[in-house]
């Protein structure tokens, strides 16, 4: 079985592999984690500034401009006054979506808007930032043209100037709808100082209005891959991993936004947040918190999982195991599927961790899972089960095959997914592996697990592989069919000595019981000759 020993310990290297950030860890959950993304952007992304009326509409006056009327006014305004009633009534006119963006920006105010950022009164620049804020939530197409006129670099200008709470807070919204656009807006932001701007206040603020508005932009910052230099960027994990004990759920998502970005395939990232203190924090995220906030803590600590073992061990040590064997029957699907990604991560780790999650009886609940749940939740299930028994010790093992394991890996031989049968295949390896030495430790003369195997319809669906156009199925598969054939060879040729052997004793029973009852007749001719 030496090759298969093999086989397990190449596919340990590659689960744990720093440098190829756990090739195999990771490409299972890629497509998943691209689809939450994707709908986030169409959640999250861009952001535009509703009005709130009741304080807003008293603030005008009664008799509403036209947009036309608003283009003429502000380019004839001069005093404060004026420019800022203008300013207000374009305001409403950008949230209310009563002209089109591009409608505004074909009407050539757009660079006299954004040269008022510069005007002294706070009023006025704020007024300016949330116009801008309002003109940038738009299309691609329409946030090109507000882009196009140096708007980035006079917000960064007035955001790091001010202090004013609202002109910082409106300029940085602007900002992050500008870096969700186009990720070479996103390094255009960067290069001009925008990571700077929000670090400082992500640092120094403490009004969660603008707190939530940095963490946001923070976010798309990190969002697209790939992300700016990390030498550059991972300052700010200490500060985000504070944040997780606020109490405002919106700062706390997008904290957890920002640390699954920097730690997605960066196992720099990783041992950094790790060594930040992150896993006590996001772990306390897992119960009694809004279900997307959960789901990000999971992205997060799946993130982590991929680590080395020391990562994963802080994970066991600040009580995640407990979290994920309540997530495991979590009523949401997204919840419980990404839970069994971690798991499977964990179990391929070392033996104790393996134990911790035995422990934990998680084993027995991801077993019912194969039926209760749809398939692309089995698949992970699958993988835990799989990682189990090839990382797991004989002991291991032999706990899991008792649980029932053998049913399900057998199960999925005929699975239309070549990784699913291959990871199937290595396990079945293992188990005989384990098996075998076994038998021999009690002095058996077969395989228990072989036999649990064959009754289960294993070899039958592994004879059908054999011409599998995978090759590595189709090598594995000849190499365990070998070693079945092997073993029921060797059964049945001990059952034919056996058989050999009581029929050879029976004879020879036979024999001594004849010369007996011959030495009883000769002993009685002997009494009677004295007798006589």
């Known amino acids: 079985m030496s090759n298969f020993n093999k086989i397990i310990s190449n596919r340990k290297s590659k689960f744990k592999q720093k440098v190829n950030i756990q090739e195999k860890k990771k490409k299972r959950f890629q497509i998943s984690v691209k689809l939450s993304q994707k709908k986030r952007e ?277 009580g995640v195991i407990s979290s994920l064997s309540s997530l495991i029957i979590h009523p949401k699907e997204k919840i419980r599927k990404q839970t069994c990604w971690i798991i499977s991560n964990i179990v391929a780790g070392t033996e104790n961790q393996i134990q911790a999650i035995i422990e934990a009886e998680i084993i027995q609940l991801i077993l019912g899972m194969f039926d209760t749940e749809n398939y692309p939740i089995q698949k992970e299930a699958i993988w835990v089960i799989s990682n189990a028994l090839c990382f797991g010790n004989d002991e291991q093992v032999d706990t899991l095959v008792s649980f029932g394991s053998i049913k399900y890996i057998c199960r999925f031989l005929d699975c239309f997914e070549a990784q699913i049968i291959l990871i199937c295949l290595e396990s079945i390896a293992k188990i005989l592996d384990v098996g075998s030495r076994l038998s021999n430790q009690l002095n058996l003369d077969f395989n228990a697990f072989l036999v649990q195997i064959d009754s289960n319809q294993g070899f039958e669906k592994i004879e059908k592989l054999l011409p599998h156009p995978n090759e590595k199925i189709q090598q594995l598969t000849k190499e365990i069919y070998q070693i079945y054939q092997e073993e029921n060879e060797k059964y049945y040729n001990e059952n034919e000595n056996n058989n050999n052997n009581n029929g050879n004793d029976n004879e020879n029973e036979n024999e001594n019981e004849n010369e007996n009852e011959n030495d009883i007749d000769n002993e009685n001719d002997i009494d009677i000759y004295k007798n006589i």
């Open 42 to 318: 169409k959640e999250m992304m861009k952001r535009r500034n509703l009005l709130d009326k009741t304080n807003f509409e008293a603030q005008l006056p009664k008799e509403r401009k036209t947009f036309p009327q608003v283009v003429l006014s502000i380019q004839v305004s001069e005093n404060k006054e004026d420019i800022l009633e203008n300013l207000m009534q374009l305001r409403v006119i950008t949230a209310e979506q009563s002209e089109t963006i591009l409608t505004i920006a074909d009407s050539g105010i757009v660079p006299l808007i954004i040269s008022l950022l510069s005007h002294p009164d706070p009023q006025i620049q704020f007024e300016v930032a949330w116009i801008i804020t309002n003109l940038t939530s738009g299309t691609f197409q329409e946030t090109q043209r507000i882009v196009e006129l140096n708007v980035v670099d006079s917000l960064i200008d007035v955001a790091t100037k001010s202090d004013n709470s609202q002109v910082k807070e409106q300029c940085v919204w602007g900002l992050g709808n500008i870096m969700a656009t186009f990720i070479d807006y996103r390094d255009l932001v960067f290069k001009l100082g925008g990571f700077d701007l929000l670090y400082k206040l992500l640092e120094n603020e403490k009004d969660e209005k603008i707190l939530r508005n940095v963490t946001w932009a923070l976010s798309h910052l990190f969002h697209d891959k790939p992300i700016p230099n990390y030498e550059d960027i991972f300052v700010c994990i200490p500060r985000l991993i504070q944040l997780l004990e606020i109490k405002n759920h919106l700062i706390i998502l997008d904290a957890l936004s920002c640390l699954a970005y920097l730690t997605n395939e960066n196992p720099q990232g990783v041992i950094d947040i790790v060594e930040a203190g992150a896993c006590l924090k996001i772990s306390q995220l897992l119960i009694d918190h809004p279900i997307k906030i959960i789901i990000y803590a999971l992205k997060v600590i799946g993130n982590i999982s991929t680590g080395g073992a020391e990562e994963t061990q802080e994970l066991i040590n600040c």
